[in-house]
């Protein structure tokens, strides 16, 4: 596995916990896998296992890989090149790349590549994450046996660089364009995993439809199409463990379905760690939480829209995430002018984080697209009802609630706009205000729900043992999209 961050150790967003997630629950099911990521700043990483030595951009680069144990069967080997990763930030600082990162990610790539190929006991299947794994198929080709495949987690990263830099990343001008990593004249190390793969995941079935339409491709609709019946939609899961109210460290109580008395205690909890009020009223008030980086992505625009409407909704508001500064600023402007309603922490806190999923009673993620979405899936185990718009995974892990029967377990809008952001907030809080029986129940439908890994873990298994089926020669087979 070829993964830029990796939970706990470095983390921007939802591919560090897909990167070591998913490894734990492979290797749950009897596999043996080794994720290589990069020793960043700060990692603390044991002795070393195995040296690299490649030649790259005019320069011999030589990196020490340190074994860290992820569970049964799966590890860690951290990349350690201290002129390349030990810097202040994973990507960028003061909101800047990298000047190198194409350099640093395919140094990555050729590194995982150049170790698998010395392993006396096979690698059989590669699986590359984003475009910052993207040209491992590339690198790979020229060593066999082992089959790659390639995971597109956010189709509107697509790490493109300048294309002087084909020559110094040690990659031919042939393939530039035979193998189709150009990309308007440039090159894209996410095209270059997606067309190099036998087979290219998305991490929903909804979104692995979605990108093949211009809405949602980003400029890569067509690349997408092109890839075919090698696109598949894998839903990811969540980490069982880690975020499980029974057992969460970073609540100050305990609790499941059956006894929900430890969530209101969450919600003090909650209220108190934004210094909002905790009286009665506050007790009894809707509480929204919201746990995003503030970007276009997220809906931040659709929220903007409706700004100056929020403080005057029935709710208060626990706001967590880091972003761009003009929507952080929006929020700490709302917050400035509502401190009673709108709590706002601008930062990364994952204990915030928990205290959010399980304090709030509902779940906003108004998202333009979503690739997955893990936050819903935290929110519907901790019994926090999703606010959502219908769009790729969030259509797939969130059902509408049905007052005819019952069933479903949150409230979704389809256009992006804010009046339909508005009337599903507002049927969200009318429910909550004036039919707690209808309330409880869609919290338990949600808690109800089995998001592990292992159901999706199946699922890559079943595409690995394809890609290692074609490998031997037998056609591909399987459906196009399997539900995860
Ligand atoms: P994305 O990867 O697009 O950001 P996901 O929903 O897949 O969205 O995953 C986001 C992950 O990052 C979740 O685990 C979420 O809890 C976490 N997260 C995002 N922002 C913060 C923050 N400011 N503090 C703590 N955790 C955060
Ligand atoms: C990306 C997507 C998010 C997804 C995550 C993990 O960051 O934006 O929707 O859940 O990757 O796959």
């Known amino acids: 596995m070829v993964a830029s961050e ?26 043996d896998v080794t994720l290589i990521t990069p ?25 020490t890989l340190h074994e860290v144990p992820l569970g049964p069967g799966a590890r860690v080997l951290f990349l350690d090149c201290p002129p390349l990763y030990d810097r202040p930030g994973i990507y960028n600082q003061d909101n800047r790349d ?30 590359a994450h984003d475009w910052q794994a993207g040209l491992t198929p590339i690198y790979a080709r020229r060593l066999p046996p082992a089959a790659t495949i390639f995971t597109v987690h956010n189709l509107a990263y697509q790490g493109v660089f300048d294309k002087a830099w084909v020559p110094p990343l040690g990659l031919s001008w042939a393939d530039f364009t035979v193998s189709g990593f150009e990309f308007y004249d440039r090159l894209s190390f996410l095209k270059a995993g997606v067309t190099a793969s036998a087979v290219v995941t998305t991490v929903s079935p909804t979104y692995a439809e979605e990108v093949t339409r211009p809405e949602y491709g980003y400029g890569f609709e067509g690349v997408m199409q092109a890839a075919g019946p090698r696109l598949v939609g894998i839903l990811n899961g969540i980490d069982a463990d880690e975020w499980n109210p029974s057992s969460d460290a970073h609540l100050p109580a305990p609790y499941d379905a059956a006894d929900l008395s430890g969530k209101v205690l969450a919600k003090r909890a909650l209220l108190e760690a934004y210094g909002l009020p905790v009286d009665a009223d506050a007790l009894a008030r809707p509480v929204i939480g919201m746990v995003s980086r503030m970007v276009d992505q997220k809906g931040l625009d659709l929220i903007a829209a409706l700004a100056n409407e929020l403080p005057f909704l029935d709710a208060t508001f626990t706001i967590l995430g880091t972003g761009e500064p003009r929507y952080q600023e929006m929020w700490r402007g709302l917050s400035a002018w509502r401190p009673d309603r709108i709590g706002v922490h601008v930062g990364y806190d994952e204990r915030r984080a928990h205290l959010i999923e399980a304090g709030a009673d509902m779940f906003m993620m108004p998202s333009r697209y979503e690739p997955c979405g893990l936050n819903q899936m935290y929110s519907l185990r901790y019994g926090t009802v999703p606010v959502v718009r219908a769009v790729g995974g969030l259509v797939d892990t969130v059902r509408p609630y049905s007052p ?18 508005r009337a599903a907030l507002t049927a969200a809080l009318t429910m909550f205000r004036e039919n707690r029986k209808a309330w409880a129940r869609l919290q338990k439908n949600g808690m109800r729900k089995d998001w592990s890994w292992d159901r999706s873990a199946a699922e890559y298994v079943k595409v690995y043992k394809r890609v290692m089926a074609s490998r031997r020669g037998t056609p591909p087979r399987g459906p196009r999209h399997q539900k995860g």
């Not at 921007?12 to 749950?28: C, E």
């Not at 150049?114 to 096979?122: E, F, H, T, V």
């Not at 005819?404 to 952001?421: E, K, M, R, V």
């Open 98 to 127: 990298y000047d190198d990162n194409a350099l640093r990610f395919a140094f990555l790539s050729a590194a995982a590549v150049d170790w698998q190929s010395r392993q006396a006991d096979p690698v059989q299947v590669i699986h």
């Open 6 to 31: 990796a939970f706990p150790f470095s983390k921007t967003g939802g591919l560090a916990d897909v990167a070591s997630a998913l490894p734990k629950a492979l290797g749950r099911l009897g596999h």
């Open 404 to 421: 005819a029967n019952g069933a479903g377990t949150g409230f979704l809008f389809s256009d992006y706009t804010p009046d339909a952001f």
């Open 39 to 63: 020793r960043y700043r700060g990692i603390d990483a044991g002795p070393a296992v195995d040296t690299v030595r490649i030649e790259m951009a005019g320069r011999l680069w030589e990196a």
